[in-house]
C-alpha cells in the first residue's frame, strides 16, 4: 500500500522563497533566478509601509530577509517581520510563521506555535497550512496523534484542489482512519489526484487494481461441471469445495442446505474439515436447524484431530455454556489449544478471560500478551480491549494515543464496541483534543448500531448538554435503554432523575428502588443515594431486605 507523503509544503530550510506576493508563497521548483531581486527603491517602500503597520508590506518584507533578496539574509529580522504581519491576520504570513516556528528558523523551534500558526492560517483558506497540520494530526508531530483532524485539513485543502491533500485524504478514506471507510470515495479522490499529475495516487490505484486481481475469481460452470463430478465419485477435497460454493454463492445460486448436505457426505468421510463445517452449521442455523449439542459434538472431533478453529468454537460453547453446562476451566482449555496455533479469536476470548480474572486468576500482562497477538491480526474485539488497557495504564504504561489508534483501527475492522471507547476517550479528554461534538456524534453512531454501553454515555451527554443540547426526557430515554443491559450506572442516573423531577413526574419511590437496584449490582453511588435518602419514608432495614432480594433474584 502507498504511504502517506510526508512533505511539508514549501519546506522552509532548503527551499527558497522569491518574490513573495500579496497571497501566495512561490514554490521551491521556481527558484530565485526566475524573479528579478528586488530594487532599493522597492526595499525602501516595503520598509516604510511595513514600519507603518502594512501587513502585506511586512509580509513580504520577511520573504526578502529570509532569502537574501536584495538585503542580507537575516532570518532573525524575516521572523521579526513575518510576526507583525501574523498578528495582524495575515493567512500567508502566518503559514510563513508557521514555518518559521516548525523549522527553528529564526527563533526557537516550538512545535505547539507552529501548530496554531498552521491552524489560524488554514481557517483562513491556506492550502498549503492545512496540508501540513493535517500532516502533523495524523503523525502526531507536535500535537497528539488525531486522524479525525488530519481528514478535516486534507479535506480543506484538497477541496481547494491540493493533489498530495487529495492523495493523503485517499489513504484515510481506504483505511478507514478518521472517516468512515469508503473505498469508492478513495477510488475518486486518487483518480482526481492522479488526473492532475500526483505519482502517489497513481501508484495507489496500482496498489488497488493489483489486489483486485488477486482476489478468487467466481467458479465457472465449466469448473462447478467438474467439481460435481468429482464429488460424486466420493472425492472429499471436491465436496468440500462444492459445499463452499453452495455455502457462499460462488458461481451458483446460494443454497446452504446443499452446502450442508455436501459437508456431512465429506464428514463421513473422515474429514477433519467438515467436522468443523458441520459443527459451525450447527452452531448457526446454517442449512439446518440450530442444534447446540450437534455443534459440540462435531467441534469435539475437529478438535481431537487438531483444528485450532473447532477448538476456539468449543472454548466459546464451554465459557458461555451453549450445549454444554458452563465450564470456564474447559473454555481455557480450548482456548488455549486454539491461540497457541495462532487463532486470534481464541486470543482475544482468553485474554478477556485473564483481564477480567473470569476463571483464572487476574494476569494484565497475560491479558495484554493476547490481545496484541490477536490485535496484530486485526481482530477488531482485540484491538479494542488493547485500547482500553493503554487508556487504563493496565498491564502497560498508559499511553492514550495509542490507546486512540487502537480504537479507530477497531471501529474500522467493524467494532461497535470501539465507537462507544473513542466517545469515551473524547469525553473524558485524556490527552485528545477537546471534542465534544465528536463525542456525541460517536455515541450516536454506537446508539444506532445497537452498542450496548452507548446508551448510558449518550444519556450523560443529554442530561448534561455534552456536544448536544440538553435534554432531559432524551437522557431518561437513553438510561432506560441502558438499564435494559443492566447498566448499574444507568440504574442510579435515572433513579436521580426521578428523585429530581427531571424529564419525568417526580417519584421518589421508583428513585429509591433504581437505586436499590443498581446497589445490588454494587455502584457505590447508589449505595450512598440510598443512605441520604433513607429518611424519605426508606427505613435502612428495608433498604438492605431490597438489595438481598436482588441479589437473591440474580
Known amino acids: ?25 512561490l514554490a521551491a521548483e521556481v527558484g530565485p533566478a526566475s524573479v528579478p531581486a528586488l530594487t532599493q527603491e522597492q526595499l525602501k517602500d516595503l520598509q516604510a509601509r511595513a514600519e507603518k503597520g502594512d501587513a502585506e508590506a511586512c509580509f513580504q518584507l520577511s520573504g526578502a530577509y529570509h532569502v537574501g533578496d536584495g538585503v542580507p539574509k537575516d532570518d532573525t529580522l524575516a521572523f521579526t517581520w513575518a510576526d507583525k504581519a501574523a498578528k495582524q491576520g495575515h493567512a500567508g504570513a502566518q503559514y510563513l510563521l508557521g514555518l518559521f516556528y516548525y523549522h527553528g528558523c529564526g527563533t526557537a523551534k516550538d512545535l505547539s506555535q507552529a501548530v496554531t500558526w498552521y491552524k489560524r492560517s488554514a481557517e483562513a483558506g491556506n492550502t498549503d497550512a492545512a496540508f501540513n497540520i493535517g500532516i502533523m494530526s495524523y503523525e502526531g508531530d507536535g500535537i497528539p ?19 498530495e491533500a487529495m492523495h493523503n485524504l485517499g489513504l484515510l478514506y481506504l483505511e478507514g482512519k478518521g472517516v468512515t471507510k469508503d473505498r469508492a470515495k478513495a477510488i475518486a479522490l486518487f483518480e482526481q489526484a492522479a488526473a492532475l499529475g500526483c505519482d502517489r495516487a497513481q501508484d495507489a490505484l496500482a496498489d488497488i487494481q493489483q489486489t483486485e486481481s488477486t482476489d478468487p475469481t467466481p467458479l465457472t460452470q465449466k469448473e462447478l461441471a467438474s467439481l460435481k463430478r468429482k464429488a460424486k465419485k466420493g472425492d472429499v477435497d471436491a465436496m468440500l469445495s462444492l459445499g463452499s460454493a453452495y455455502f457462499y454463492g460462488d458461481g451458483i445460486p446460494q443454497d446452504r442446505a446443499q452446502a450442508f448436505a455436501w459437508f456431512q457426505k465429506a464428514a463421513q468421510k473422515g474429514d477433519v474439515r467438515a ?19 450437534q455443534a459440540l459434538s462435531w467441534a469435539l472431533k475437529a478438535a481431537e484431530k487438531g483444528d485450532p478453529w473447532a477448538a476456539s468454537l468449543l472454548g466459546h460453547m464451554f465459557e458461555t455454556g451453549q450445549g454444554t453446562p458452563q465450564d470456564l476451566n474447559q473454555a481455557i482449555h480450548y482456548y488455549t489449544l486454539a491461540a497457541d496455533q495462532g487463532d486470534s479469536l481464541a486470543q482475544s476470548n482468553l485474554g478477556h478471560l485473564y483481564y477480567t480474572g473470569e476463571g483464572v486468576p487476574v494476569d494484565y ?6 490481545f496484541t497477538q490477536a490485535a496484530e491480526q486485526g481482530n477488531a474485539m482485540a484491538q479494542n480491549n488493547l485500547g482500553l488497557m493503554y487508556e ?16 479507530e483501527s477497531a471501529m474500522a475492522g467493524g467494532s461497535k464496541k470501539a465507537i462507544t471507547s473513542l466517545a469515551v476517550l473524547y469525553l473524558n479528554k485524556k490527552g485528545t483534543p477537546k471534542d465534544d461534538a465528536r463525542a456525541f456524534e460517536l455515541l450516536t453512531q454506537a446508539a444506532h448500531e445497537e452498542e450496548d454501553g452507548a446508551f448510558f454515555h449518550l444519556g450523560l451527554t443529554y442530561e448534561d448538554g455534552i456536544g448536544t443540547q440538553q435534554d432531559y426526557t432524551k437522557a431518561k430515554e437513553c438510561y432506560e435503554r441502558a438499564v435494559a443491559h443492566e447498566s448499574a450506572a444507568a440504574m442510579n442516573n435515572l433513579g436521580i432523575l426521578y428523585l429530581e423531577g427531571k424529564g419525568v413526574t417526580k417519584d421518589r419511590a421508583k428513585a429509591i428502588a433504581l437505586f436499590e437496584q443498581a446497589a445490588a449490582l454494587g455502584c457505590e453511588e447508589a449505595k450512598e443515594n440510598l443512605e441520604n435518602n433513607k429518611g424519605w419514608g426508606l427505613t435502612r432495614e428495608r433498604g438492605v431486605l431490597g438489595m438481598l432480594l436482588k441479589i437473591f433474584k440474580r
Not at 479525525?148 to 493533489?163: F, K, L, S
Not at 463445517?277 to 442444534?291: K, S
Not at 493496565?394 to 487502537?406: N, T, Y
Request: glycine share 10%; charged share 15%.
Open 365 to 370: 500482562t497475560r491479558a495484554f500478551k493476547l
Open 392 to 407: 487504563g495504564g493496565k498491564g502497560i504504561q498508559q499511553d492514550i494515543q495509542k490507546a486512540q489508534e487502537l480504537y
Open 1 to 25: 500500500m502507498t504511504s502517506f507523503s510526508h512533505l511539508s509544503r514549501a519546506a522552509l530550510l532548503g527551499c527558497a522563497l522569491t518574490h513573495l506576493t500579496a497571497q501566495t508563497l
Open 145 to 163: 496523534k488525531n486522524p479525525h483532524e488530519a481528514a478535516r485539513y486534507y479535506t480543506i485543502a484538497a477541496d481547494a484542489g491540493d493533489v
Open 275 to 293: 467436522y468443523y463445517a458441520l459443527g459451525l452449521c450447527y452452531y448457526n442455523g446454517y442449512g439446518t436447524p440450530q442444534d447446540y449439542t
